[in-house]
Nanobody, 125 residues
Framework: QVQLVESGGGLVQAGGSLRLSCASS????????MGWFRQAPGKEREFVAA????????YYGDSVKGRFTISRDNAKNTVQLQMNNLKPEDTAVYSC??????????????????WGQGTQVTVSS
């Protein structure tokens, strides 16, 4: 079992920044890849970013590439999502997820075994 708890969401103006954090517990953190997804009202859950077990490799969705950065701290069992130059279309509930099976990382929702509750990010225009 893996427990995931997100924090850091909030309200920000367009062009601003937020940093999300996800704390993991239950299994050795460095043994699984991590990802961030988001879901806006009336839309499907969308892949945002993923990072490998070691943190040496990362992968981003096209809509956030160049603006968001995913990182992890295996000593602290946390994964972060730094979001810069935020746009109103980034408004969504952001969730972190743990992928216990992939050798590197995955953008597929079905690859992830555990999910956090999510944190709301609202970007005003």
């Amino acid at each position: 079992q893996v427990q995931l708890v997100e924090s850091g969401g909030g309200l920000v103006q367009a062009g601003g920044s937020l940093r999300l954090s996800c704390a993991s517990s239950g299994r050795t953190f460095s043994t699984y890849a991590m990802g961030w997804f988001r879901q806006a009202p009336g839309k499907e859950r969308e892949f945002v970013a993923a990072i490998s077990r070691s943190g040496n490799s990362a992968y981003y969705g096209d809509s956030v590439k160049g603006r968001f950065t995913i990182s992890r701290d295996n000593a602290k069992n946390t994964v972060q999502l730094q979001m810069n130059n935020l746009k109103p279309e980034d408004t969504a509930v952001y969730s972190c997820a743990a992928d216990l099976k992939s050798a590197m990382y995955s953008s597929r929702r079905a690859s992830y075994d555990y999910w956090g509750q999510g944190t709301q990010v609202t970007v005003s225009s």
